[in-house]
């Protein structure tokens, strides 16, 4: 999973369940969490979904 592809993915999943944090969404995907956290701070800059808190990728 790379790319666009990958970030519609993890914002699927964020959809889906709400509240999530990036490490639960590193198993489903097979991604380093890293990964996820940058995807998860592109989304929430480009406003597709925001962080409950902003010292926390949840």
Same mark, same amino acid.
């Given at each position: 999973?790379? %790319? @666009? @592809? %990958?970030?519609? !993915? @993890? *914002?699927?999943? +964020?959809?889906?369940?709400?509240? +999530?944090?990036? =490490? $639960? *969404?590193?198993?489903?995907? %097979? *991604?380093?969490?890293? &990964? +996820?956290?940058? #995807?998860?701070? &592109?989304?929430? $800059?480009? =406003?597709? *979904?925001?962080?409950?808190?902003?010292?926390? #990728? !949840?």
């Amino acid at each position: 999973m790379k %790319g @666009i @592809i %990958g970030s519609l !993915r @993890i *914002l699927e999943a +964020v959809a889906r369940h709400q509240s +999530v944090a990036a =490490g $639960e *969404l590193t198993d489903p995907f %097979g *991604l380093p969490k890293p &990964t +996820v956290r940058r #995807t998860l701070f &592109t989304l929430d $800059e480009a =406003g597709w *979904l925001r962080a409950t808190r902003k010292d926390t #990728t !949840r």
